[in-house]
């Protein structure tokens, strides 16, 4: 005759599964096992995991990686969760075993070494840290077990590193900006200035679409309205077009039924690529990044007087006003406060001549 087994525990589909009361709590799950004696000690387990909680408050142990998974689960609608996926995969061999009241700033080191050794910039190691910070915060004052207590009972103070490594902006000058784009292959040319007559993000301007474009019939232009999920701050952005601007969307509209921009039919998946790089250096110009386009156009309406608020608005900064909501007086007040960063004479600026040579070199070439 079989032995017993032990009340509390039945068999489906070959794995031996968990029902039942512990001290007033029902536990219902897998134990994972198809040995009946393995899945009696996962039970013997569970039963002393719920009886040291009852009695004495004591937390079953919890390794991170099982808070991180949860974290992932829960927050699968937020705009950025790919990245917090990515810290949590480069954070998961240093601490993913550790049980989360072991999880501090000391066990965060060998983490925070090899980043430094792999030439990481301290910004990006302070998101990983910033990742494992609010999760062991909602740990300790959000998740609750099935016997009332939070997974952790304190978080640890895990302080961000001090950023000392940040690359200063670097506006550009007129000069330098004449010099950077002549260099330039045609279709990034394009790209350059508009983002710093507009004050684009990279990936705003790479996958800025057509159907985007609002015509504005009272002023004779158009702007664009970027989709809050396509903006970094997740509102939706007002793209308003000074004349250099509207002059390069005019140049490409017809060429792609969908992306403005494109090479070879296809939309350009980032600025800062080989043709980028190998064009800042032969222009003597290999400190600036393609974000600094966006920062000269910010520094240009500062130096033009443009006010703060405005400036919140054509960068597309977060403001907690409703930046697409405007009257055309509004509007027009806003192009009239971009344009200021035209130059003396837009319609002669050395970009926009550039601009125009490169295009009247194309259409000879193609003839």
């Known amino acids: 005759?079989?032995?017993?087994?032990?009340?509390?525990?039945?068999?489906?589909?070959?794995?031996?599964?968990?029902d039942k009361q512990i001290r007033g709590i029902?536990?219902?799950?897998?134990?994972?096992?198809?040995?009946?004696?393995?899945?009696?000690?996962?039970?013997?387990?569970?039963?002393?995991?719920?009886?040291?909680?009852?009695v004495y408050g004591v937390r079953p142990k919890?390794?991170?990686?099982?808070?991180?998974?949860?974290?992932?689960?829960?927050?699968?609608?937020?705009?950025?969760i790919a990245d917090t996926a990515l810290h949590l995969k480069q954070l998961d061999p240093y601490i993913g075993h550790l049980p989360i009241e072991s999880v501090h700033i000391g066990t965060l080191q060998p983490f925070i070494e090899a980043r430094r050794k792999q030439g990481i910039k301290t910004k990006s190691i302070n998101l990983a840290l910033g990742v494992v910070r609010h999760i062991l915060n909602l740990a300790a004052s959000e998740?609750?077990?099935?016997?009332?207590?939070?997974?952790?009972?304190?978080?640890?103070?895990?302080?961000?590193?001090?950023?000392?490594?940040?690359?200063?902006?670097?506006?550009?000058?007129?000069e330098e900006q004449a010099r950077l784009f002549k260099e330039l292959p045609t279709h990034l040319a394009r790209m350059a200035l508009f983002k710093v007559n507009t004050g684009t993000r990279d990936k705003e301007?790479?996958?800025?679409?057509?159907?985007?474009?609002?015509?504005?019939?009272?002023?004779?232009?158009?702007?664009?309205?970027?989709?809050?999920?396509?903006?970094?701050?997740?509102?939706?952005?007002?793209?308003?077009?000074?004349?250099?601007?509207?002059?390069?969307?005019e140049e490409v509209r017809g060429e792609h039924?969908?992306?403005?921009?494109?090479?070879?039919d296809h939309p350009i998946a980032t600025m800062n690529n080989s043709g980028w790089r190998s064009a800042r250096k032969r222009a003597g110009l290999s400190q600036v990044r393609v974000h600094d386009l966006k920062h000269t156009f910010g520094r240009r309406l500062r130096a033009a007087g443009v006010s703060?608020?405005?400036?919140?608005?054509?960068?597309?900064?977060?403001?907690?006003?409703?930046?697409?909501?405007?009257?055309?007086?509004?509007?027009?007040?806003?192009?009239?406060?971009?344009?200021?960063?035209?130059?003396?004479?837009?319609?002669?600026?050395?970009?926009?001549?550039?601009l125009k040579q490169k295009a009247v070199t194309r259409e000879v070439l193609t003839a």
């Open 62 to 80: 919890r390794a991170f990686r099982r808070a991180a998974t949860r974290y992932l689960n829960e927050n699968q609608q937020k705009r950025r």
């Open 257 to 264: 039924a969908d992306y403005v921009f494109t090479y070879r």
């Open 205 to 249: 301007v790479c996958y800025l679409r057509w159907e985007w474009e609002v015509a504005v019939p009272e002023l004779g232009t158009s702007v664009f309205i970027i989709p809050e999920d396509r903006v970094k701050n997740g509102e939706e952005r007002l793209l308003v077009l000074n004349r250099v601007a509207m002059s390069v969307i």
């Open 308 to 354: 703060y608020e405005d400036r919140q608005d054509l960068l597309g900064h977060k403001s907690g006003r409703i930046t697409t909501h405007y009257s055309a007086a509004e509007l027009e007040s806003l192009i009239d406060a971009a344009n200021r960063v035209c130059g003396e004479n837009s319609r002669k600026s050395p970009a926009l001549v550039l």
């Open 143 to 174: 998740w609750l077990d099935g016997n009332n207590l939070t997974w952790l009972h304190t978080p640890p103070k895990i302080k961000l590193l001090p950023v000392t490594d940040a690359r200063k902006p670097w506006p550009l000058s007129w």
């Open 26 to 54: 029902r536990i219902c799950e897998s134990t994972g096992e198809s040995s009946l004696a393995k899945a009696e000690e996962y039970l013997a387990k569970k039963t002393e995991e719920v009886r040291q909680a009852v």
């Open 1 to 18: 005759m079989g032995r017993k087994r032990t009340a509390g525990l039945y068999e489906r589909n070959g794995v031996w599964h968990i």
